[in-house]
């Protein structure tokens, strides 16, 4: 079957470095999106890899691995707004997208 | 209207009403879908549109039903809920190069 991974929770400090993994098995693979969810709104698009590397957007990064099934998103010099679940999702082989259950992260200040 | 509007956003509904979501986009994106989120779980699809006049079942399409009669509106109705049909509901929009999508800011349903 096909399955994300991604933990449940996580805790950082504000101002600091968080890296949130997801693992994947699916059937194809056509490109890795991660998304921003605050709690009680609706999910936004943060970014989208297709190919091996890293994609660097302002504070946030996100990269991808195809032969090991892996991704993460890197969050630098956090902010309390960063509070918030993140979703990693993989479109598969027929173009359908694959979600994992969502990291909630925790800013301490 | 900028982006997807749903409605309602909030309901509550006894088991056995029948309950349409509505949800309109206005950004001329071909492909449409509807998801429910449940705690734990992750974004699961009920049906989709590739296109107006087109629709497909997703992941957990039994007791939910769709149409598309043009472009803009995607109404996911209920025929007759039941409990487990609590959720959160989230209506999206793709124009379908990257794949980007866009949601609406979902439509809370608690059936009893």
């Known amino acids: 079957g096909q399955n994300i991974d991604q933990p449940t929770e996580m805790t950082a400090t504000e101002g600091a470095i968080v890296q949130i993994n997801c693992t994947y098995q699916?059937?194809?693979?056509?490109?890795l999106f991660w998304y921003q969810q605050h709690a009680g709104e609706a999910p936004t698009f943060l970014s989208y890899?297709?190919l091996d590397g890293l994609e660097e957007k302002g504070r946030f990064s996100s990269f991808l691995s195809r032969s090991k099934g892996y991704s993460y998103l890197l969050l630098k010099e956090l902010q309390m707004k960063d509070s918030a679940s993140y979703l990693c999702?993989?479109?598969?082989?027929?173009?359908?997208?694959?979600w994992g259950a969502g990291t909630k992260l925790i800013i301490k200040p | 209207i900028a982006g997807i509007t749903q409605a309602p956003t909030s309901q509550i509904l006894a088991a056995g009403r029948r309950m349409t979501l509505r949800c309109t986009q206005d950004?001329?994106?071909?492909?449409m879908y509807w998801y429910r989120q449940d705690l734990g779980l992750g974004l699961r699809l009920i049906h989709y549109?590739?296109?107006?006049?087109?629709?497909g079942k997703g992941e957990v399409p039994d007791g939910y039903s769709v149409s598309r009669a043009n472009t803009d509106d995607f109404p996911l109705t209920l025929a007759s809920a039941v409990p487990s049909q609590t959720s959160v509901y989230f209506c999206?929009?793709?124009?379908?190069?990257?794949?980007?999508?866009?949601f609406g800011e979902g439509s809370r349903l608690t059936v009893l």
């Open positions: 999206a929009s793709t124009a379908g190069d990257t794949g980007e999508l866009f």
């Open positions: 950004m001329r994106h071909n492909a």
């Open positions: 549109s590739n296109t107006a006049g087109t629709t």
């Open positions: 699916t059937s194809g693979f056509n490109g």
């Open positions: 890899n297709v």
């Open positions: 999702a993989v479109r598969d082989s027929n173009y359908q997208l694959i």
